[in-house]
Each structure stands twice: as structure tokens, then as C-alpha cells.
């Protein structure tokens, strides 16, 4: 179909926007900014492009009324997983009512549909206060476009467009990463009194994750607290014990959990096992976090919207947007594919979420 807000969607996708934090040589997102602030400029809108890193840019436009009020963010992010596997990662394809291509979910949908709204709002313009336009960098690793956007910018509410199928959703789980590592004695594989295997250290270790996460804690809206083994490292050769294996884990956490629960929870199993066997040993370490996001129950948002409400089951850029004061939901078109191979957008999804972010601006700031 032809639409100008799918239009522009296809002139993203075709950008490379790959993070290269997640993958090495990766593009980043500066070709990608480059595009969203010429357009915005070319709509009229005051556009100020901060960098997060280098070659790591934030775009952000500003839609001001004369009039005092209200400020409203609908904010998105502009960096994408890798291609691996992906015949044509950056050719858009329409097919059935979707299109296809890298970010189309995640998140190039929801970036052209604030970005299709910024036009009829910048036409239009809003009664009072302002929306302001934000396209951030890196949100697919450590998120560092956020920190830097709200270091320099603060509205009332924020809506970021993040693929929900229009469901909205007023929270999400967040997450924390820790390193284990048990230590063995390397030996060759016919002398076993000399070594100590610490790949089947780590067994011992796994099979206690594994009680773990069956007994997690529930939250009404968040649902189970889970934790997984993301990555597993160890060995040398196959006739030597393993001195060494390194295990990385990720553990989702909710609503009510101390920060850096999981350190904790591991350390207390690596107590236990040190107790059971003297020759087990292993330390753990933290890596890194994000918090658990609630939308206030007095923000106005969700009222406005008036679609289902829900939990995203992933962690989003709302949770920094919330944490510097902004009441923040999740709002945004859906499709499937995330981070898979065949990725694809709703199209009328796009669309029908463009409107509903001037349809809420407009009631916002006013």
C-alpha cells in the first residue's frame, strides 16, 4: 500500500543500523540519524542531534506550542540486532499486508510511526507545551542512548513505541547479568587423582539454576521471575581436565526484588557446593542490570490510549525514561519475527499506531 509513513519506514529499514556492541564491524547508528534529522529539518522541526558515543547519535526534534503546558516524548530506538542468517537483512519486502527487512518490529515500525506523527503534528502543531521527538541510540545492548537522552531531556509522560501489537503496556520485567566461574586442576586425561574437572564443577552448579528458577516469585502483572544459562565456556583439549569454565546467566527479575538479587542467590549456592565438596571451587560476579518498570497508576496515559493493558514480556527504554520522572508506557505495532530470521511489521499496524500517537498528543497537550 502506499502510505508516506510506509514509505519512510522502508527508507529505514534499508539504512544498516546493525549495533556494534552486539557485533563487531556492526554499522551503528549515525547513517540512520542522519536520515531521521534531515527529515525532521525538512518538517520544520528544531532538531538537535546528540551523541551518546561516538558514531552513536541521538536525535531528538522538539514540537513547541507558544503556549505553556504539557510535554509529552514519543521516543523509539534506531539500532537493530544482527543479519546473520538473513538473505536481504535491508531490502524491504511487502507481502500480505507486512513488511519484511531487519527492525521492521524492532523497532522501525514504531520509529515510523512516530515519525509519521511528527509530521501531522508539526503541521498542526499542538495547543500547548510540547512533544518531543526521540530517536536514541543502542537500546539492543546497554541502552546507552537513553542515559544520555535523559540527562539533557525531561517531559511528563513518554510513550515509547515498542512492538505490542497495540496492547499497551504499563510494565515490564527487568534483568541482571552474572559471571560464574568454577576452578579445576588441569591434568592429563589418563592421571585423573591429578586433576579436577571444572566443566563438571559447573554441572553441579547448573543443576541448582535450574532448581532455581522453578521456584521463582510471580507478580500480578509481571508475571514469574525466571533465570537462564545464556553462555558456557571451558575446557583446552580433549585429554586435559578442565581448569576453568566460565557460565554467563541472565536472570529476569520483577516488581518488589532487591537490586542484584542474583548475585546473591548464586553466591548462596556456591556456599552450599563449597560446604559438600572441599575441592569445589568458584566465584561469581556482577555484570550488569536493568530495573523492572511499573507505569504509575495516576499518569494519564493509559486513559488516553484506552487499549488493553498488559506486561511486555521484554525490558524496554521506559524503565530509564520512568526512573528520570517520566510516567511511561509501551505502545507500539506488532508484528513477528523479533530478532529472527523472517522479521516483519504490521503494516495497518504502523499506521494505526501513528494516528494514535497524534490522537494522544493532541488530548496530552492541550
Sequence with gaps: MHDETIDL?????????VNPSLVPGGAGEQAIADHVASYLRALGIDVVVQDAAPGRPNVIGVIESPQRGPSLMLCGHSDTVGVEGMDAPFTPV????????????????????????AK??????????????????????????????????????????EPTDLNLAIGHKGFEWVEIATEGVAAHGSRPDDGVDAIAMMGRVLNRLEELDRNMP????????????????????????????TLHVERRTIAGEPPRITLREIETILDTLRHQDAKFKASAKFMFTRSPYLTPEHSPLPKLIGHPTMAASFWTDAAILGEAGMDSVVFGPGGAGLHGIDEYVNIDEVIACRDMLINVARRFCA
Excluded: F
Excluded at 542515559?147 to 513505541?161: F, G, H, R, S, Y
Excluded at 509481571?222 to 569454565?245: F, M, V
Design 94 to 117: 511487502e507481502r500480505d499486508g507486512r513488511l519484511y527487512g531487519r527492525g521492521t518490529q524492532d523497532m522501525k515500525g514504531g520509529c515510523a510511526s512516530i515519525l509519521g506523527a
Design 218 to 245: 510471580v507478580h500480578p502483572l509481571l508475571g514469574r521471575a525466571s533465570l537462564h544459562a545464556s553462555l558456557i565456556s571451558g575446557g583446552r583439549e580433549l585429554s586435559t581436565y578442565p581448569d576453568r569454565c
Design 9 to 17: 519506514l522502508r527508507d529505514l529499514v534499508a539504512i544498516d543500523s
Design 120 to 161: 501531522v503534528l508539526a503541521s498542526n502543531g499542538v495547543k500547548k507545551g510540547r512533544v518531543v521527538i526521540a530517536i536514541v541510540a543502542d537500546e539492543e545492548h546497554s541502552s546507552i542512548g537513553a542515559e544520555a537522552l535523559v540527562k539533557d531531556w525531561q517531559c511528563d509522560a513518554a510513550i515509547v513505541t
